[in-house]
């Protein structure tokens, strides 16, 4: 069955490869992005009747708020919900000593702050579907158990937990509902963010990302889940 699905960040990396690979599946994709590309739309022009695109600032709630009202006139039900809109301002992993904190807030506000006002205004229709999927995208990053390596990244890596943890409040909140929450981790591929040297591609992590969002998921199943759908520790 053919699925509507929203995905954020769309104009680069994996939100573009994500909505490449649905498209091209015959699914119907509501395309948020902040700054439009000209591969984004490429695929606007080669999927004019299944790709509907949504200019939005997701820090920002009037903004996500307007965009709901432009999609309910659309679709009264959203399949698979992906929050994956993320900033990473430290690659060079600074020194505690020169953290920059408004940098970190700007980092919380994007990854953490802003899927949830995403899901406040598309849960509604994400109770409407039969499929009531939200996926997060989320990092090995977020993790606070022995896989944690780093040294620094603060804002990143504090902003990746504090999503696992919204993901997980939110399974509570709505499994009732039959919403599915996954909080997904796509492994490491070139990117602005990724870096070059990175082992695979954004459409390489996409279709394993793709791959593993489309499983036969249960309520109770594992909520943290790496690329191939397998538990990562908390």
């Known amino acids: 069955m053919k699925k509507t699905i929203l995905i954020t960040g769309t104009n680069r990396g994996l939100g573009l ?16 992005y902040r700054t439009h590309s000209d591969r984004l739309q490429e695929l606007k022009n080669n999927f004019k009747d299944n790709m509907f695109l ?8 009037i903004d996500i708020r307007d965009v709901f009202s ?4 659309i679709t009264s039900s959203i ?28 980092t919380f506000e994007v990854n953490s702050i802003s899927p949830l006002k995403i899901i406040k205004y ?22 606070i158990s022995n896989q944690t390596w780093r040294e620094s990244e603060y804002g990143y890596c504090m902003s990746k937990a504090a ?31 990724g870096g070059p040297e990175a082992p695979i591609t954004p459409l390489q ?17 594992q909520i943290f889940v790496d690329y191939d759908a397998k538990l990562m520790d908390w």
Do not use: C, Y
Not at 21 to 29: A, H, M, R, S, Y
Not at 205 to 221: F, M, Q
């Open 70 to 73: 432009q999609i309910r006139r």
């Open 54 to 61: 949504f200019e939005v600032d997701v820090t920002k709630e």
């Open 205 to 221: 992590a996409a279709n394993n990302v793709a791959r593993t969002i489309l499983k036969e998921w249960k309520i109770d199943d």
């Open 17 to 32: 490869a994500l909505t490449k690979i649905f498209l091209e599946n015959g699914d119907t994709v509501l395309a948020l």
């Open 122 to 143: 598309g849960i509604p229709l994400v109770k409407n579907s039969h499929n009531k999927l939200i996926v997060n995208i989320s990092s090995e990053a977020g993790s």
């Open 79 to 106: 399949d698979i919900l992906v929050n994956n809109a993320a900033i990473h301002l430290e690659n060079h992993r600074p020194e505690l000593e020169k953290t920059d904190f408004e940098a970190i807030g700007e």
């Open 163 to 193: 999503l696992n943890m919204m993901s997980k409040l939110l399974h509570n909140r709505f499994k009732k509902d039959g919403v599915k929450i996954l909080a997904v981790h796509p492994g490491w591929f070139s990117s602005d963010m």
